[in-house]
């Protein structure tokens, strides 16, 4: 299969992030007719991210680079067991056990569903399923080719890869039946504009399913002073509980449904009904 055959069966689903207009394939790119702008595919992953992240003033997305190289590792135990027991406390839900929480929550879910910072499909390929077709989204290319790897190595049909940011989807309103956002909603600058986005691109009452970290009692979240310090110097937002649901209110989600293990927290909320 080349790179470019690859996509085909996603186009007409991805439409350009800034003018939302349909994109046409041409030589190894993406191109938007309204607005002439290219997005290259790389490996067969299309690449909406027009600007360079290493340059940002997000402490988050100028650590692109190490990010990049962490998608081998990322997945096994020299980082998710690790993350989640330092961060969330050693009563914190194995990867396993969150992705069994995850998959309840879109149980009943047939359709699309959106997995919001993927990483290397983490979630998203867990949660695919003949009758959930996966669109995975992730500013890290060395995430989204480790992504690529195991679902062509795990055999999974249904996921797909794009390279774009929480704050500009390169999908029209209203596509998703579900959406996942596990283990990336405390990264984003804007909770708020990020939340709105994904509502955005929702069908009414669709759900979304999130993993993130809380003020809670275990790890070392629980100490004030590491909170403020990760908040300031290294971007990562833990939420207070009446904080998250103020945000998903004015985001246009309602019914949050929050479980706190340890200072991981596990919701989901569903976006308003038409
Ligand atoms: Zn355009």
Request: proline share 5%; hydrophobic share 40%.
């Amino acid at each position: 299969m080349t790179a470019d055959a690859s996509i085909a069966s996603e186009l007409g689903i991805y439409v350009c992030p800034v003018c939302k207009g349909l994109l046409r394939q041409e030589e190894g790119v993406l191109r938007c007719p309204t607005c002439s702008q290219a997005y290259p595919i790389r490996e067969g992953i299309p690449d909406f991210i027009r600007e360079e992240l290493s340059q940002s003033k997000d402490p988050v997305l100028r650590r692109m680079r190490f990010i990049d190289r962490m998608g081998r590792i990322y997945e096994t135990k020299l980082w998710y067991p690790i993350v989640l027991n330092i961060f969330g406390g050693f009563r914190s839900p194995s990867l396993a056990q969150l992705v069994g929480i995850v998959s309840q929550k879109v149980q009943s879910t047939q359709g699309r569903v959106l997995d919001v910072a993927c990483g290397p499909g983490t979630f998203g390929r867990r949660i695919a399923s003949p009758s959930k077709e996966v669109f995975g989204i992730d500013v890290s290319l060395g995430m989204l080719r480790q992504g690529a790897i195991y679902t062509a190595k795990e055999g999974i049909p249904n996921v797909h890869f794009a390279r774009a940011r929480v704050e500009a989807l390169p999908f029209e309103d209203g596509l998703f039946d579900a959406t996942l956002c596990c283990g990336s909603l405390h990264l984003f600058a804007d909770t708020v504009l990020a939340l709105r986005e994904m509502a955005r691109v929702m069908k009414p009452g669709a759900i979304l399913a999130v993993v993130t970290f809380t003020a809670g009692r275990g790890g070392i979240l629980k100490f004030c002073r590491v909170r403020e310090w990760y908040r300031r110097d290294q971007g990562l937002h833990v939420f207070e509980l009446p904080e998250m649901e103020r945000y998903l209110t004015a985001s246009g989600f309602e019914d949050f449904q929050p479980e706190v293990s340890g200072s991981m927290l596990t919701f989901s909320a569903r976006k308003h009904a038409a």
